[in-house]
């Protein structure tokens, strides 16, 4: 298991810094992950950071602790604005998620490398992180894209469940937890996502199927692309997404 970044600097933003983590591995890697919303991407990050070390910079974690805990403070307004999007189920603007990835810079530059999740989701956002990895110093290894039938993508949504305290995803039916409605590690309560509910879940969607396609093929022209079909158990499309990483060559 490598060094798992803990996220405090992505999480907190400017000013805020991560605990040390001891020496890094070989060769820190850069990953984005790419696919629709309830493919399993964050599923695929939990255990490739648990296998593999790196720090999982997720946009839709980063505006969901925002929602959570603004430290007593109202949020800025860029981060009220991004919110409101995100619980009417609807992307937030490319300025403000590339304005929020901006200031947290110093991630993407992280010694134990990265695995971005739900960022870019857009072409504007794709070639904003190009300008960002230039300033950083930094390259991608590859754009991983998971992808799935719509039917199996709403029955994931609408089944998935979250930890109130420590925010572990369950799935009532493929990943149900030990005691119904507590989590198994920390005996925290489960609940859904407000944007898991269904009206919700098809305003996501629709916003996915119109920008996914250039970003995929932005991705491809560099030859960074892989696909990896997700509609197998967690444990089959991580078995896959390992083949992926290995023929990268950025596991050590
Ligand atoms: P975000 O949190 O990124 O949500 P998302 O892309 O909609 O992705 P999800 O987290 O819903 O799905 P996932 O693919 O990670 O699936 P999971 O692993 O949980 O973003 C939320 C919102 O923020 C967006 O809608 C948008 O408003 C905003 N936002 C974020 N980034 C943005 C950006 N860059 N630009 C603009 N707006 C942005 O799996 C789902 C369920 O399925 C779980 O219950 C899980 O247990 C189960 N499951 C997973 N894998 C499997 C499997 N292989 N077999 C069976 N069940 C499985």
Not at 5 to 30: F, M, S, T, V, Y
Not at 43 to 63: H, P
């Amino acid at each position: 298991m490598g060094p798992i970044g803990n996220r405090i600097a992505w999480l907190q933003g400017p000013g805020a810094n991560c605990n040390d983590l001891g020496p890094a591995g070989p060769r820190p890697w850069h990953l984005v992950l790419l696919g629709p919303p309830g493919v399993g991407k964050g599923t695929q990050a939990e255990r490739i950071v648990r296998e593999f070390g790196a720090c999982q910079l997720s946009t839709g974690d980063l505006f969901r602790s925002a929602a959570r805990d603004t430290g007593g403070r109202a949020p800025s307004a860029a981060m009220a604005m991004a919110l409101a999007a995100m619980k009417r189920g609807e992307l937030v603007s490319d300025g403000t998620v590339v304005e929020l990835v901006r200031e947290r810079a110093q991630c993407l530059a992280c010694r134990y490398g990265f695995l971005l999740d739900g960022f870019p989701r857009t072409i504007d956002q794709a070639q904003a992180l190009d300008g960002i990895l230039v300033q950083v110093n930094r390259h991608l290894d590859a754009a991983i894209n998971f992808f799935a039938p719509e039917a199996l993508i709403v029955e994931r949504l609408s089944g998935r469940r979250l930890c109130k305290q420590c925010r572990l995803s369950y799935h009532i039916v493929n990943q149900p937890p030990r005691l119904p409605g507590r989590c198994d590690v920390c005996g925290g309560e489960l609940i859904q996502r407000e944007d898991d509910q269904p009206e919700a879940i098809r305003i996501r969607l629709r916003a996915y199927t119109a920008t996914c396609d250039p970003v995929l093929a932005y991705y491809r022209r560099q030859g960074l692309l892989r696909e990896i079909d997700a509609s197998g158990n967690p444990e089959a499309v991580f078995a896959h997404t390992r083949e992926v990483m290995q023929s990268l060559g950025v596991l050590a």
